[in-house]
């Protein structure tokens, strides 16, 4: 395999500072992965041998942080983008079940709850969950690692598989079933047999996983140009349900087709770099059908209202439950959804209003994506999503708003 990866050079500088410590330090995880696909990597992350205190004291104060709790790391600031730095773990040892969070009590005996275990960079790789994740990259002396001696080989043949017994690596920690999952999704891997079998025989125990993790995950996911894809492997193997249930559910409504093109059209737009990634605009596509349909059905005046807005963001939010994108960005996607309705506009002060406003960018972007799918059919007779009402019975907006 032809491996010249074009590795930015102050990665370069970030790992050979470590060496010239006195420490190992590799690239690793994601960024190996995609060089080796030819594909341009996401983001960076290093591995070491220095803890993050040994870390710290070798570059400039202002330029590190150590951040994390169950997995503490450190952050290196390179302008807008953060790498990050991990010591070489080892697979932790097993906890009692009273030391357990009492909210996975009854999870399997395998579950890991403590990540901090320091180790050797063979151990880091032999704790990482698939092959394919677990190649070691030194850009200094130019030298690629394949501890698990499968790696490169998995990278070649698109195998997912898991290190290890696959139902133990499930157990300890099923983030890691969405993990294999999303591989398939993005990269068109297929799971290697043994793999597929823990996976699919430890699918439930997703629900165990913490919402906050969760939560990030489907923020990568809606980020990442690939989604469109994930979500169709992620129903294929009946893991939606548990992931995006009220999408599951809907799946073969029309509705929910033409969300598929409209991400499918937003996704073939960022990887050929004509348009950029935002979550926001990921929100206010898979909204687009319900919402263009109530808008269209709704006073201009009242559409104007502050009331209507929040009964937009309550819309855009029920289609993620139980998984809360940030307001912010449900707030966003209303003021695209919002903004539609002046592209079709012949007021030449609207046009030029529209221009000037500061959601234009993805307005225009949205307005684009659905112009270029079929014509929007509106008698659809199955009401998707929940209504509002339904919505606002949900206990965890309830808790939310009174928090707020
Ligand atoms: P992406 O391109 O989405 O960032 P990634 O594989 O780099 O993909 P990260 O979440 O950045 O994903 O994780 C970096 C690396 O850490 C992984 O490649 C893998 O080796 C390891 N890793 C991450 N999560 C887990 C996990 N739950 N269990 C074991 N290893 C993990
Ligand atoms: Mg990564």
């Known amino acids: 395999m032809i491996f010249q990866p074009q590795i930015a050079p102050y990665i370069t500088e970030i790992i050979a500072g470590l060496q010239e410590a ?126 698990t001696g499968k790696g490169v080989d998995d990278i070649e043949n698109g195998i997912v598989r898991a290190i290890g017994d696959p139902k133990v690596r499930f157990e300890e920690d099923p983030v890691r079933i969405l993990r294999a999952l999303k591989l398939v999704g993005q990269y068109g891997f297929t799971m290697e047999a043994e793999t597929e ?76 770099r004509e348009y950029r990634e935002s979550i926001s605009l990921a929100l206010a596509l898979v909204a687009y059908p319900s919402a263009a349909r109530w808008i269209a059905s709704t006073k201009k005046k009242t559409i104007q209202t502050k009331a209507f807005r929040y009964e937009m963001e309550d819309l855009v939010s029920s289609f993620f439950l139980p998984r809360h994108p940030t307001r912010r960005a449900i707030g966003a996607a209303v003021r695209t959804l919002l903004l539609q309705a002046d592209f079709s506009s012949n007021d030449p002060k609207v046009q030029e209003d529209l221009k000037q406003h500061p959601g234009y960018a993805h307005a225009r972007e ?25 919505y606002r019975k949900h206990k965890k907006f309830r808790k939310r708003k009174k928090a707020e």
């Not at 996401?42 to 709790?69: C, H, L, Q, W």
């Not at 302008?79 to 399997?108: L, N, Y």
């Not at 403590?114 to 880091?124: L, S």
């Open 22 to 147: 006195g420490y190992e330090a590799y690239l690793v995880g994601g960024a190996v992965r995609d060089f080796l696909l030819q594909r341009q990597p996401k983001d960076y992350d290093i591995s070491t041998s220095a803890t993050p205190e040994e870390v710290k004291k070798v570059f400039k104060k202002n330029r590190v942080m150590i951040i994390g709790r169950r997995f503490r790391l450190v952050h290196f600031y390179h302008g807008q983008e953060i790498i990050e730095i991990s010591t070489f773990r080892k697979k932790p040892e097993a906890i009692s079940i009273s030391e357990r969070p009492a909210r996975v009590q009854d999870a399997p005996e395998n579950m890991i709850f403590r990540d901090n275990e320091f180790g050797t960079v063979q151990e880091d790789a032999e704790r990482r969950d698939f092959t394919v994740n677990a190649l070691f990259y030194d850009p200094v002396n130019d030298k690629l690692c394949d501890f």
């Open 366 to 390: 949205l307005a684009f994506i659905r112009n270029q799918l079929r014509p929007y059919r509106e008698d659809f007779a199955e009401v998707f999503p929940p209504s509002h009402k339904e």
């Open 197 to 272: 079998k823990a996976l699919r025989e430890t699918l439930e125990l997703i629900t165990l996983a913490s919402d906050s993790r969760m939560t990030l995950e489907m923020e990568k996911i809606l980020k990442n140009p690939y989604g469109e894809k994930i979500l169709e492997v992620f129903h294929q193997y009946g893991f939606l349900k548990y992931f995006l249930p009220e999408l599951d559910s809907h799946w073969e409504n029309p509705d929910m087709t033409f969300i598929r093109e409209l991400l499918t059209k937003r996704n073939e737009r960022i990887r050929t």
